[in-house]
């Protein structure tokens, strides 16, 4: 039986307490010729892998600016982040993440490159987030948005960004811009790294 506490952080539970097939009560333990513990069902043989889940989202900008969501939902309720959210079960990051840009800001964009690919393995998440050109000043969030808005880079509400992975790619982004601007960066590229629980914020 699971040892976790419920938060409300995570979509869904990491350990059950039943079997998803037959409703038995599970076991956690090591399987046979593996080595970590799972939700075993020793009425049905079912065994409940957990595995991590994916984060997509965009880096939207229009003339400069980056455009930034008030989350209007737990987790960080009112803090700033750029649109992102699960991906879903059938489609791919780069269509999730048009998705999720869609019903958080409804900013018509035009997707460039993928820019950050974060591992948090303490969240067992892994975020996405592609660089966007936003085509348009009109914006229409949707009602996990409480207002959306473009942050001039010196601008941008750092120690009201939601999570460190929007924190980093907004980063990321600043620096690139500035060794473009400078000549020492031809383009965007793709920053690959990890976010443990100990670094600072
Ligand atoms: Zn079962």
């Known amino acids: 039986m699971s040892t976790d506490t419920a938060s409300f952080y995570f979509p869904a539970p990491r350990t059950q307490r039943y079997c998803s097939q037959c409703a038995h009560a599970l076991e956690r333990a090591i399987p046979p010729d593996d080595n970590r513990l799972r939700d075993l069902c020793n009425n049905c043989g079912a065994v409940h892998y957990q595995n991590p889940r994916n984060v997509v989202g965009i880096l939207p900008v229009l003339n400069g600016q980056i455009l930034l969501c008030k989350r209007a939902i737990e987790p960080r309720y009112g803090t700033w982040t750029l649109p992102a959210g699960f991906m879903e079960l059938g489609e791919t990051t780069l269509q999730g993440a048009i998705r999720e840009n869609l019903e958080e800001s409804g900013a018509r ?16 998440q892994v975020h996405f987030y592609y660089l966007a050109k936003v085509l348009g000043p009109e914006l229409d969030p949707g009602v996990e948005t409480i207002q959306a808005r473009f942050f001039a880079l010196a601008d941008i509400p750092w120690d009201e960004l939601s999570f460190r992975t929007v924190r980093t790619t907004i980063e990321h982004y600043i620096s690139d811009t500035r060794q473009i601007d400078s000549g020492s960066l031809s383009a965007y590229p793709v920053h690959n790294y990890a976010i443990k629980l100990t670094d600072s914020a």
Do not use: G, K, R
């Open 109 to 124: 964009i035009e997707v460039q490159s993928l820019f950050t690919v974060i591992d948090v393995p303490h969240a067992n």
